[in-house]
C-alpha cells in the first residue's frame, strides 16, 4: 500500500515565478492537507481540502491557493514567489483524525 | 506566548537510556495530541496518537498528557541509534479529519552507540 506521495522532490525558482506542487494522498484516504516547514520550525497549517473545496485555511495569503480533484489528489499553487516561501512542504492525507504525511517537497526560492 | 511550546534542544544520550520529551500548550480547546517523528529531510511520521488526559503505551514508546497543567509527554525507553531524530508535538481542537494541526518547534534527539 502506497504512502502519501509528493512530486517534485527538489525545486529551484527565482524571486516572483509562480510553483504547482502535487500530492497523492495514501489510498482510502479522501482529505488533504498543506503545510510548510520552515528550516528549524515546526510545520504550519495551509489549508485543507475535502470534497474538491476548501475547508479550513490557515494564516497564509492569497498566493497561496489548491486544488482538488475527483481521485482526492491534490495540487498546491504559490503566486508571485518571494524568498521567505523557501520552505519543505508537506501533504498530510486522512481518512479520520490521524493524518499521514508524505515526504514533502523542498521548494528553494532565489 | 506562542500557542505549543516544545524545547528544540538538542538532546543527547547514550543507546538504552530512557528520554523525556515534552510540550506545553496554551489553548485549553486542544484535546487531540500527537507525536511525530522526523529524520532528516523527511516528512514527519506519526508515533502516537491520544485523545485527552492519560497515558497511552505503545512498545517503548508512551505518551503522556496532563490538561490541567497542559503538558504532554514522550518517553521512550531503551533507546537506539535509531531513534535519532526531531521529535514534534503536534495537537488540535477537532477530531475531524485533516483538520489544522498545531506543531511544536520539535526536539532533536542524538543517541549515541
Known amino acids: 500500500d502506497a504512502g502519501v506521495t509528493q512530486s517534485p522532490t527538489h525545486l529551484i525558482k527565482t524571486r516572483g515565478q509562480q510553483v504547482t506542487l502535487r500530492c497523492s494522498p495514501k489510498s482510502g484516504h479522501d482529505t488533504v492537507s498543506w503545510y510548510q516547514q520552515a528550516l528549524g520550525q515546526g510545520p504550519q497549517f495551509i489549508f485543507q481540502y475535502y470534497e474538491e473545496e476548501e475547508r479550513q485555511r490557515g494564516n497564509f495569503p492569497d498566493r497561496f491557493s489548491g486544488h482538488q480533484f475527483p481521485n482526492y489528489s491534490s495540487e498546491l499553487n504559490v503566486n508571485a514567489l518571494l524568498l521567505g516561501d523557501s520552505a519543505l512542504y508537506l501533504c498530510?492525507?486522512?481518512?479520520?483524525?490521524?493524518?499521514?504525511f508524505g515526504p514533502g517537497t523542498r521548494l528553494t526560492v532565489t | 506566548q506562542k500557542e505549543v511550546e516544545q524545547d528544540p534542544g538538542p538532546l543527547s544520550v547514550p543507546e538504552g537510556a530512557i528520554v523525556s520529551l515534552n510540550c506545553t500548550y496554551s489553548?485549553?480547546?486542544?484535546?487531540?495530541f500527537m507525536w511525530y517523528r522526523q529524520y532528516s529531510r523527511k516528512g514527519p511520521e506519526l508515533l502516537m496518537y491520544?485523545?485527552?488526559?492519560g497515558n497511552k503505551e505503545d512498545g517503548r514508546f508512551t505518551a503522556q498528557v496532563d490538561k490541567s497543567s497542559k503538558y504532554i509527554s514522550l518517553f521512550i525507553r531503551d533507546s537506539q541509534p535509531s531513534d535519532s531524530a526531531t521529535y514534534l508535538c503536534?495537537?488540535?481542537?477537532?477530531?475531524?479529519?485533516?483538520?489544522?494541526?498545531?506543531f511544536g518547534k520539535g526536539t532533536t534527539l542524538s543517541v549515541s552507540s
Open positions: 503536534a495537537m488540535s481542537a477537532y477530531p475531524q479529519a485533516g483538520t489544522a494541526l498545531i
Open positions: 489553548n485549553s480547546a486542544f484535546q487531540y
Open positions: 498530510a492525507s486522512s481518512a479520520d483524525s490521524e493524518q499521514y
Open positions: 491520544t485523545y485527552s488526559s
